[in-house]
């Protein structure tokens, strides 16, 4: 009996048939990423159900394209059975599909069981033709039907898997390539099976009432195309919410680590600190086992910062965490508090020795400067430590009496540790008093400036004078400046106290020449951190101007040691003073570490001996002559004026007069004075001069 194709009914069966084998490969690739059981396994039913209905109704399709000229009907039942074997074959197909791992065996032998299912679904949807007599085939045709349903079942195992380990980019295009081929394979076998078929001539079909040709091709295309295409949607609707989920969690869990973490450091930050100290308190507590809390900052971290710029200092604070990890056990939590305050928790103490070794050789190795991170600042810590349970059994406690200690490795000379002691608290209110006092000793009236006569070397003519501040707080009383100063330099407060001095000076300055008392030098002491602000001298400057002092009538006094710290930048701050009009001084000379190079680059008015060297010229006889000798015999060849500050003798004034000093500072000659004494006595120092 002669049979016929639709052509398009064809072309329509190989569309559908790809577009299955897409849907197929896209379920495959994100089953295979899911690892959540429950919906795996729906994933897997709900795919193997669209897949199976693609299949069979490219099949059911390419049955509908077949035409005899006699009346054809499928048996409903065998049909449905058809489409239960595509299903069934589906769901295994994208059960082998979505493994981690196929190795070639397996996945040779998932593609023969594969590919019997699909025979089987063929031969079986040709069956529900119910054909008398029946259906003859060609042995050689279904043979080759086989052949290419395995050989297509193993090409899609293959694609998929390989598909399935490649990246996301370029994976459309080939899919899209895949696709096609396994569709063309799929639908070469289907046709294939067709071929085999042989009707007898008086054939007729056994289905009376079954599913007819006629009117089923658009409803089957339009049912299987929608389901393929939902299917694809949800995937990739169920994939953006994947990612979406993956990005949220992503992100709490970035949230988790910031708000647990330093973010400059990546160290443990305050918080978890806290909650660190205290679970190892409650899991050492009740046995009292002892531990150590270690709270430090840096020493001339401020200065660092300041004059190098921020960008340089998260560089040393970076350096200097990943320097403080390799210092200490593993076991041992190192966490930044902020700023350049670190804490380190050592515990599980054996002794009190063990604390102490390991500090020493944390500061041992910090002064080495022996470290490969790039940087090449060299920053020692000072140390304060607190021991649970007898300096504090609370975190608040213990932390606390760690920073007091650490303040007082501080006040004992910087870059070395303290063990806290419970006498340290009364020097820590003492200091948190007068910092308080700063706050407002300026609008309270508690800061004076005192003045100290400067006289020429025969201790007869006024040559000018030093404005010193004083400092009495309500409660305790006068407090020294080497108290004061320190904890005014700490705090940052210096800056502002800096200008209320200068302010002062002038406006002091100012009076007396109003008074016709005068005229007269005025020295100003500038601070470490005073010299580092970038509109220091603009500051100055608008002061003078507003207070109507003439900049020739100031000079500012800077130690040799701050003029050393950064002598490039002290250079240019030292030119654009004397570019404005006002005299510079190098005080305390001989103290620090100058280099004889930068001394000449300064080129400074005067040069101020200190009082160590002075007093050399009594205790140290003619050693002591020879340097400060040499020291004024360098000045004057720099054409500087040499000061000599502590002169309290008879004897060290006739030697500096024999040595040409040019200047004579001390006690001998007149103490610092409030302004109203000074000005008393300046009239008689003119009349003499």
Same mark, same amino acid.
């Given at each position: 009996?002669?049979?016929?194709?639709?052509?398009?009914?064809?072309?329509?069966?190989?569309?559908?048939?790809?577009?299955?084998?897409?849907?197929? +490969?896209?379920?495959?690739?994100? !089953?295979? %990423? /899911? $690892?959540?059981?429950?919906?795996?396994?729906?994933?897997? =039913?709900? *795919?193997?159900?669209?897949?199976?209905?693609?299949?069979?109704?490219?099949?059911?399709?390419?049955?509908?394209?077949?035409?005899?000229?006699?009346?054809?009907?499928?048996?409903?039942?065998?049909?449905?059975?058809?489409?239960?074997?595509?299903?069934?074959?589906?769901?295994?197909?994208?059960?082998?599909?979505?493994?981690?791992?196929?190795?070639?065996?397996?996945?040779?032998?998932?593609? +023969?069981?594969?590919?019997?299912? !699909?025979? %089987? /679904? $063929?031969?079986?949807?040709?069956?529900?033709?119910?054909? =008398?007599? *029946?259906?003859?085939?060609?042995?050689?045709?279904?043979?080759?039907?086989?052949?290419?349903?395995?050989?297509?079942?193993?090409?899609?195992?293959?694609?998929?898997?390989?598909?399935?380990?490649?990246?996301?980019?370029?994976?459309?295009?080939?899919?899209?390539?895949?696709?096609?081929?396994?569709?063309?394979?799929?639908?070469?076998?289907?046709?294939?099976?067709?071929?085999?078929?042989?009707?007898?001539?008086?054939?007729?079909?056994?289905?009376? $009432?079954?599913?007819?040709?006629?009117?089923?091709?658009?409803?089957?295309?339009?049912?299987?195309?929608?389901?393929?295409?939902?299917?694809?949607?949800?995937?990739?609707?169920?994939?953006?919410?994947?990612?979406?989920?993956?990005?949220?969690?992503?992100?709490?869990?970035?949230?988790?680590?910031?708000?647990?973490?330093?973010?400059?450091?990546?160290?443990?930050?305050?918080?978890?600190?806290?909650?660190?100290?205290?679970?190892?308190?409650?899991?050492?507590?009740?046995?009292?086992?002892?531990?150590?809390?270690?709270?430090?900052?840096?020493?001339?971290?401020?200065?660092?910062?300041?004059?190098?710029?921020?960008?340089?200092?998260?560089?040393?604070?970076?350096?200097?965490?990943?320097?403080?990890?390799?210092?200490?056990?593993?076991?041992?939590?190192?966490?930044?508090?902020?700023?350049?305050?670190?804490?380190?928790?050592?515990?599980?103490?054996?002794?009190?020795?063990?604390?102490?070794?390991?500090?020493?050789?944390?500061?041992?190795?910090?002064?080495?400067?022996?470290?490969?991170?790039?940087?090449?600042?060299?920053?020692?810590?000072?140390?304060?430590?607190?021991?649970?349970?007898?300096?504090?059994?609370?975190?608040?406690?213990?932390?606390?009496?760690?920073?007091?200690?650490?303040?007082?490795?501080?006040?004992?000379?910087?870059?070395?540790?303290?063990?806290?002691?419970?006498?340290?608290?009364?020097?820590?209110?003492?200091?948190?008093?007068?910092?308080?006092?700063?706050?407002?000793?300026?609008?309270?009236?508690?800061?004076?400036?005192?003045?100290?006569?400067?006289?020429?070397?025969?201790?007869?003519?006024?040559?000018?004078?030093?404005?010193?501040?004083?400092?009495?707080?309500?409660?305790?009383?006068?407090?020294?400046?080497?108290?004061?100063?320190?904890?005014?330099?700490?705090?940052?407060?210096?800056?502002?106290?800096?200008?209320?001095?200068?302010?002062?000076?002038?406006?002091?300055?100012?009076?007396?020449?109003?008074?016709?008392?005068?005229?007269?030098?005025?020295?100003?002491?500038?601070?470490?951190?005073?010299?580092?602000?970038?509109?220091?001298?603009?500051?100055?400057?608008?002061?003078?101007?507003?207070?109507?002092?003439?900049?020739?009538?100031?000079?500012?006094?800077?130690?040799?040691?701050?003029?050393?710290?950064?002598?490039?930048?002290?250079?240019?701050?030292?030119?654009?003073?004397?570019?404005?009009?006002?005299?510079?001084?190098?005080?305390?000379?001989?103290?620090?570490?100058?280099?004889?190079?930068?001394?000449?680059?300064?080129?400074?008015?005067?040069?101020?001996?200190?009082?160590?060297?002075?007093?050399?010229?009594?205790?140290?006889?003619?050693?002591?002559?020879?340097?400060?000798?040499?020291?004024?015999?360098?000045?004057?060849?720099?054409?500087?004026?040499?000061?000599?500050?502590?002169?309290?003798?008879?004897?060290?004034?006739?030697?500096?007069?024999?040595?040409?000093?040019?200047?004579?500072?001390?006690?001998?000659?007149?103490?610092?004075?409030?302004?109203?004494?000074?000005?008393?006595?300046?009239?008689?120092?003119?009349?003499?001069?």
């Amino acid at each position: 009996m002669q049979s016929s194709f639709d052509v398009s009914l064809v072309v329509l069966s190989v569309l559908v048939a790809a577009l299955a084998s897409y849907t197929v +490969l896209d379920l495959s690739s994100r !089953i295979v %990423s /899911m $690892h959540d059981g429950r919906r795996r396994t729906g994933w897997l =039913l709900g *795919g193997a159900l669209a897949m199976g209905a693609g299949i069979w109704s490219m099949h059911f399709i390419g049955m509908l394209a077949f035409s005899l000229p006699i009346h054809v009907a499928y048996d409903p039942w065998i049909t449905m059975t058809s489409l239960g074997l595509a299903v069934g074959v589906s769901y295994f197909a994208l059960h082998v599909m979505a493994r981690p791992e196929l190795r070639y065996r397996p996945l040779l032998g998932s593609a +023969l069981l594969m590919a019997a299912g !699909i025979c %089987s /679904m $063929h031969y079986t949807g040709m069956a529900a033709m119910r054909m =008398l007599p *029946g259906i003859e085939y060609r042995p050689g045709l279904v043979l080759l039907s086989i052949l290419i349903a395995v050989v297509a079942s193993v090409a899609a195992l293959s694609a998929a898997r390989c598909l399935n380990k490649a990246s996301a980019r370029g994976l459309l295009p080939k899919r899209v390539a895949v696709a096609c081929v396994m569709a063309v394979a799929i639908t070469g076998m289907h046709y294939t099976g067709m071929a085999a078929a042989r009707f007898p001539p008086g054939s007729i079909c056994g289905v009376v $009432h079954g599913l007819s040709t006629q009117g089923l091709v658009l409803p089957v295309t339009l049912v299987v195309v929608l389901l393929l295409i939902m299917t694809l949607l949800s995937s990739w609707m169920d994939a953006s919410n994947q990612r979406l989920e993956g990005s949220v969690d992503q992100l709490s869990g970035q949230m988790v680590r910031l708000a647990a973490l330093d973010m400059l450091t990546e160290l443990p930050n305050r918080r978890t600190l806290m909650e660190g100290i205290e679970r190892i308190i409650q899991a050492e507590g009740a046995q009292q086992e002892p531990f150590a809390v270690l709270f430090m900052d840096l020493d001339g971290f401020k200065t660092i910062n300041d004059s190098l710029g921020h960008a340089v200092g998260d560089e040393v604070l970076k350096a200097f965490a990943t320097r403080l990890q390799q210092c200490v056990r593993k076991s041992d939590m190192v966490a930044r508090l902020g700023g350049d305050e670190f804490v380190v928790v050592i515990h599980q103490l054996r002794s009190v020795e063990a604390v102490t070794r390991i500090v020493e050789s944390m500061l041992a190795r910090m002064r080495e400067g022996n470290w490969h991170d790039g940087v090449s600042l060299q920053v020692i810590p000072s140390v304060g430590i607190a021991l649970y349970p007898q300096d504090g059994e609370s975190v608040d406690v213990l932390l606390k009496n760690a920073d007091i200690a650490m303040y007082e490795a501080k006040r004992g000379g910087r870059g070395t540790y303290r063990f806290f002691d419970w006498s340290m608290n009364q020097a820590a209110t003492r200091i948190l008093k007068i910092q308080q006092g700063l706050h407002e000793a300026t609008t309270h009236g508690w800061f004076k400036l005192h003045y100290q006569p400067k006289f020429s070397a025969d201790g007869r003519r006024l040559q000018g004078a030093e404005a010193l501040l004083r400092y009495t707080h309500p409660e305790l009383g006068v407090i020294s400046p080497q108290e004061f100063i320190g904890i005014a330099e700490r705090s940052g407060l210096i800056v502002q106290i800096g200008e209320w001095v200068v302010r002062e000076a002038c406006r002091q300055l100012r009076s007396w020449q109003l008074q016709n008392i005068g005229p007269l030098k005025l020295a100003i002491n500038l601070s470490p951190r005073q010299l580092i602000q970038p509109d220091l001298l603009q500051g100055v400057l608008a002061i003078v101007k507003q207070e109507a002092v003439e900049p020739a009538w100031l000079m500012f006094e800077i130690t040799e040691t701050v003029a050393m710290q950064d002598a490039a930048h002290t250079v240019e701050t030292i030119h654009a003073f004397q570019q404005a009009g006002f005299d510079v001084a190098i005080d305390d000379f001989g103290t620090g570490y100058s280099s004889l190079a930068y001394l000449q680059r300064f080129r400074v008015r005067q040069l101020k001996i200190d009082g160590f060297f002075t007093q050399g010229l009594d205790a140290a006889g003619e050693e002591g002559e020879a340097i400060v000798s040499a020291i004024i015999a360098l000045a004057h060849s720099l054409g500087m004026d040499v000061v000599a500050e502590g002169v309290e003798t008879a004897t060290q004034l006739e030697k500096l007069k024999s040595l040409q000093c040019d200047q004579i500072q001390g006690f001998l000659l007149g103490r610092p004075m409030p302004a109203e004494a000074f000005a008393e006595k300046i009239e008689g120092w003119l009349a003499v001069a």
